[in-house]
């Protein structure tokens, strides 16, 4: 307990010291294609270990999905040289923390230590790359954990499905069709050896970066990195051809039902270009000119002046070959979805047909200043930019530079953006809907 609140107070004290300053690293590769960035911040006694794996969702083939997640949580299951369930037990005990997300895109593993724990931190990602333990066990022992996941955070939760509904009507033959964390009978029908077989192709060095990033000494680390990651044998060339999406030229207009509202919502939802992309970035910045804050156009107009919302958002989902972007409002009262889509549709309009003001202008560029700083505000938050960086977007420098692609966006490219991306004929409008009582029983 003591150990833990230590690393929370030095990683509290190095995001003070580290705002504003451009971050430093050194990267390459070892002979095996592992790629290793290292990143040296000696202001607090904290280290954080990471690797990241150019695999997702996405990454599966017709009536496997959901591998990638699966994997998420396979591969704390043990390994060769961890015993089955031990591995939350080594970190907490000595002081650390560490988890795992997926994305459509990638999966990230992370642990945070004390800085004299960073061999701990190498080995244990060295273990879970080189000997992960993939039997029986461990598979109908996740299936199980992956199912209550699905239960609690899809099937009981309120709008839990909502992204997956926009994915499904959004994509015909790409994987983003399917939710990321995949159909159950899906997993329930996979062989072991098709376990065995997915984590042959992934999860080699050549498809994954290690980011070291805080107190370290890096001569002394990179001797670390060599001894435990160097002997990985090089995995198998991972190749994706996916089918390209044809571009939607009619509005498409869907129903899906939620057992778990009571409150319909009004989604309007487009597919957009890839987070890699500049047209991404703009995208980014229309919707927080949309709906980032109270004063933003769609909450002030539809939720404080008109009162027909309850809440009300636009996103910019952000994905490595397509994006999704959506607008969405809860009505309040008796106002109809059927309302809320054409007051979205207006908002959306004055941004296709007019350039934004000159002073909402300056509060975006202030805005996404802000969030810049933060992202880099910790060690932790650190590791994760350099990772995604080199991986999804192939340029490890936007961790410093990547304000400036939002410095160099203009109102006439917001509005030239826009127009291209965020048309009627563009887009799907979704009613999500409680189920009916009738079929609820």
């Known amino acids: 307990m003591k150990k833990n609140l230590f690393v929370g107070l030095c990683m509290g004290m190095l995001a003070f010291t580290v ?263 703009v995208l980014d910045m229309i919707s927080s000119y949309l709906s980032d804050g109270k004063s933003s156009k769609l909450y002030k107009k539809m939720v404080d002046d008109q009162k027909q919302a309850l809440q009300v958002g636009a996103f910019n989902v952000g994905q490595e070959d397509y994006g999704m972007y959506l607008v969405f409002g809860l009505p309040l009262g008796d106002v109809s979805l059927e309302t809320l889509v054409s007051e979205m549709e207006a908002e959306i309009s004055a941004v296709r047909s007019d350039l934004i003001s000159e002073s909402d202008y300056q509060k975006l560029q202030n805005k996404f200043e802000n969030q810049f700083v933060n992202s880099n505000s910790s060690v932790e938050g650190i590791a994760n930019s350099l990772a995604r960086n080199f991986m999804l977007y192939g340029d490890t420098s936007l961790i410093n530079k990547e304000i400036d692609i939002y410095r160099s966006v203009t109102r006439e490219e917001i509005q030239k953006v826009a127009e291209a991306y965020l048309k009627p004929n563009q887009r799907v409008v979704i009613d999500y809907l409680p189920t009916p009582k009738e079929e609820t029983k």
């Open 19 to 281: 705002q504003g300053q451009e971050v430093a690293y050194e990267e390459y590769d070892l002979d095996n294609g592992l790629h290793v960035i290292l990143h040296q911040d000696n202001g607090a006694p904290v280290v954080t270990t990471s690797v990241m794996y150019h695999v997702g969702g996405k990454d599966r083939s017709e009536g496997r999905t959901g591998f990638a997640h699966f994997f998420e949580h396979l591969l704390f299951e043990g390994t060769e040289n961890i015993d089955r369930g031990q591995w939350f037990d080594i970190v907490s005990s000595r002081g650390g923390k560490n988890n795992a997300n997926t994305s459509q895109d990638r999966t990230y593993y992370y642990e945070v230590f004390p800085s004299n724990n960073l061999e701990l931190g190498l080995w244990l990602e060295s273990e879970r790359m080189l000997h992960p333990v993939i039997d029986q066990v461990g598979v109908d022992t996740q299936n199980e954990v992956v199912k209550e996941e699905k239960r609690l955070r899809v099937d009981n939760s309120p709008y839990g499905n909502l992204l997956n509904v926009v994915g499904e009507n959004l994509f015909k033959v790409h994987p983003y069709k399917d939710p990321n964390i995949g159909y159950m009978e899906d997993l329930d029908a996979a062989t072991l050896e098709e376990f065995i077989d997915y984590k042959n192709t992934y999860y080699g060095p050549n498809n994954a970066v290690l980011v070291v990033a805080g107190d370290i000494d890096v001569a002394k680390t990179k001797k670390m990195i060599q001894d435990y990651f160097g002997p990985i044998p090089t995995g198998k060339e991972v190749v994706r051809n996916y089918p390209k999406e044809a571009p939607i030229t009619e509005e498409i207009k869907a129903q899906a039902f939620d057992n778990n509202i009571q409150i319909p919502a009004a989604v309007v939802a487009y597919r957009t270009p890839g987070f890699a992309t500049r047209e991404a970035y």
